[in-house]
């Protein structure tokens, strides 16, 4: 039973995985990502990690794929981009490095560290499932208070990060440059609208 | 098979109830519900005019700053659940460390707030 | 305090185990679909009550049956696939909507006997169990997951419509509902305070044992969680989604036929759900007293129900008398009063039970912690006064000077 709960959340999630990847439209990427997401919630579940499968769905698919789809929908996705220029020069020989690398240390952490599938459990459970919010609690609120609070302020940065981003410059909004009006008035769907 | 795996079996079993369900009605639908579709009918609300325009404009990027909020609430909500489920194991020491904590991150509403972020208008 | 899972489930699955787990699904759906039917009736022969109309009143008697026929006729409508829809996810964002409504009502304790401590197990052909379709460690959690994915529901339906006032419509929702999840989730933390466990079933053992947590975190969190959970319900006063003057019909203005029945249902359902978890959660679930002991397994489901149509009273009264709110003042009061207001208790209420522990004297950490509470609040509001009011006098200078300018571009 464990094994095919496995076989089909592992299937979801590397299907969820090379969505990410293939989808054209950016909104469906997203989705597959959803599905992904869900997929490895799981695999919590079948761990027993019940606390870990709730929250992550909870902040994964709940707030930070929809804080993509409002970045998605902030900068229109119906512009498909054209997939010949590269915004940062040299970004892509880098990922096809950096990729290899992580395939490459993937690879020798499967091959070195682990004796293929054994089917054995990991190891053994310090508490039954039920309890382990608690422990999950402990552990966080007393060895790692320090980490603890560190997330906090990461997320107090990001926040400052996005009033950066986002804050009303005081003064008279600027007029919109000439080249931007020539370009909603060159918009092909009003041009075809001859409807006299 | 674990005691918790059942319980979730359960609500898998549920969950595929609904989803079967779903998909009744929609299948029961498609077989009495007439079909005339002709172009004008495929043509999206408009207030009675034709579409103009472009059909996926862009949002406001207040709505980006909210979600953003939102993902900090949402951590911090994350952090507290198992703290507040073992409070007396903690004592005064927990208390003061979840207090920094809250305190860290309503700083961050604070500042959006004073920086006129959270104002619609 | 940890409970058994579901003494069901415990030891070994056979055939019986089973028929129980699959009689309580079905019995769950039926009870989910006669009640919204029931609910919408409800609503509108209330709502038309208050308005001293008569309502619904040729189906059926007193025109209960309206909600069916209705249903029926949506049944047989056409069904409209806009051109430039995105087709599939057009067509994945009803289930998405209404599936996790039903799920969310699984993990609702709907009966069994809890008072004088008791533990709410019934037994049901020779076996005892709960009533309730499952019983997962972190049932609440597992309903707050559920209302996250609900937001994918309505943001796709707006955004796959490729129409403008879908999107708006699902942009804002989606936004809305995030917001006042966020004040959800912290009012739920107080609970968790007082009950010390994350499923509902334990909650509400929690409650028997003791007081209802509607007295044991004073009332505050339950207000924030009714204020919250009629705005992630998109139920007026907050129904800004569908706004009709504004926004046609909101996210779904592009569907018809049953597809759109789907997202009328799942929004009634939903309704029906989060009422059962606020009884859970605040109410004591179904505990209450057992009148007579002839039929004793009942007076629990009468509770449970009794109390869930209290919310849905107050859901459709909420309706009837208020006016819907405009979308800052929404924002405003998610994020600048409900969401410190729920933080600020919940340190409050923390304090207080580690002073309990401790054996501190109840009144002076009260008072103090009070004082605390407030000045805070003082200091914050006297820091948003001082910056409205820089913003007001920013905003003259800038006024001038777009007065001055000849782009007549003000700020938006």
Known sequence: MEVAVFIVSAVVVLSGALGVLLARNPVHAALFLVQTLFGVAVLFVLLDATFLAAVQVMVYAGAIVILFLFVIMLLGVDRADDLGIEPIAGQRPLAAVVGMSLAGLLATVLLVAVDGLTGAPAGTPIGDAGDNTRRLGEALFTDMVFAVELTAILLTVAVVGAVALARRLSGPMQPLPVVAIAEVDDDPDEATGDDS | ?121 | MILAADPLLVDGIDLTVVLIVLLKAGVAFALLLVAVMLVIWFERKLISDMQNRIGPALAGPWGILQTLADGIKLFFKEDLLPTRADRVVFRLAPYLSIIPAFVAFAIVPVGGDFSDGGDGTVSMFGRSTFLQVADPPVGVLFFLALSAVAVYGVMLAGWSSGSKYPLLGSVRASAQMISYEAALGLAIATVFLSSGSLSTHDIVVGQSATTWNVLATGIVPFGIFLIAGTAELNRPPFDLVEAEQELVGGFHTEYSSIRFALFFLSEFMNMITMSAIAVTLFLGGPAGPIVTQRVAWVWPLFWFFLKVMAFLFTFVWLRATLPRFRYDQLMDLGWKVLIPAALGWFLLIATLDVAADLGWPTIPVVIVGVLVLWGGASLLSGAVRKAQAERLEEADRGADETAGSASGLGEA
């Open chain 2, 1 to 121: 098979m674990s005691d918790y795996l059942r319980n979730w079996l359960t609500l898998v079993v549920f969950g595929g109830v609904a989803v079967l369900l779903v998909g009744a009605f929609l299948g029961l639908g498609s077989l009495v519900r007439p079909s005339r579709q002709t172009s004008q009918k495929a043509v999206v609300y408009e207030s009675g005019v034709d579409p103009q325009g472009d059909m996926w404009s862009q949002s406001n990027i207040r709505y980006y700053v909210f979600a953003l909020m939102f993902v900090l609430f949402d951590v911090e909500a994350v952090f507290i659940f198992p703290w507040a489920t073992r409070l007396e194991v903690y004592d005064v020491f927990g208390l003061v460390e979840m207090a920094i904590f809250i305190f860290i991150l309503a700083l961050g509403l604070f500042y959006a707030w004073r920086k006129g972020l959270l104002r619609w208008i």
